[in-house]
């Protein structure tokens, strides 16, 4: 991926939506409706930015998928009509899209963010990350993560024809799930030592992140607020996300 934002600055009148974990898939027309339809209402508040933090797609082998994907058609043509609009978009790549790469994010009139990013909004400044970076306590999912972000995995990985890269995504997806059950919460959630980490600079104010698929407001062990983005369901039904602007962090439901 070409070079990455790390730091946005909005102005007074500036706002940005924030989603993420979204996990769009060809096999859930439901969800595409549901997360699109809930995009485009949000869009007519007219934000300054619209911002994904990652987990767009339940899986995301190699931007030549793009061309077979009914989902990323659909977020595609959503972001489309967001561009006209005038809003810049964001994204950030998590767990399940981190081979996104640069004519993916150019179909999506999309700029690439850093992991972590920081946004200027008013007097705050707010870490924006995907998440899963802070459950430290999972060795075996940090060292899982440390290889396929390796170049020669991706190297690898990419050279293979996209039907073998679909179904080892698919059999990854599904030992992870199956792993995961078996971790007790405290190992699968976020460790207050990366958090406290990430909120130890004066100059920060909050964080915001997805990944845990726990949503809420929650205080750091500093005081300082972190929020969890939720993730999406169509027969919960599950989502919403966040309205960052100069006087703070606004939490946005579906039905908002």
Known sequence: MSSLVHRLALTDHQTALVLSDMHLSDEDPALLALVTQWVDHQLQRQPSWLIMLGDLFDAWVGDD?????PAFTALASCCERAHK???????????????????????????GLGDPCEVHAGKSNWVLMHGDTLCTSDRAYQDFREMVRSSKWQEDFLAKPLSERLAIAK??????????????????????EAVNKTLASPDINGLIHGHTHRPG??????????????????????????WIHAEGVESLALSS
């Open 85 to 111: 609009m005038g809003v810049a978009i964001g994204v950030m790549v998590g767990n399940r899209d981190f081979l996104l790469r640069d004519e993916a994010l150019a179909r999506l009139h999309a700029q």
């Open 217 to 242: 407001l929650y205080q750091s062990d500093n005081k300082k607020p972190r929020w969890v983005l939720p993730d999406w369901c169509p027969h919960s039904p599950r989502g919403g996300g966040l």
């Open 171 to 192: 059999g990854l997806r599904e030992r992870s799930e199956h792993e995961t059950m078996g971790k007790p919460m405290a190992i699968t959630d976020v460790s207050q």
């Open 65 to 69: 998928q793009a061309s077979q994907s």
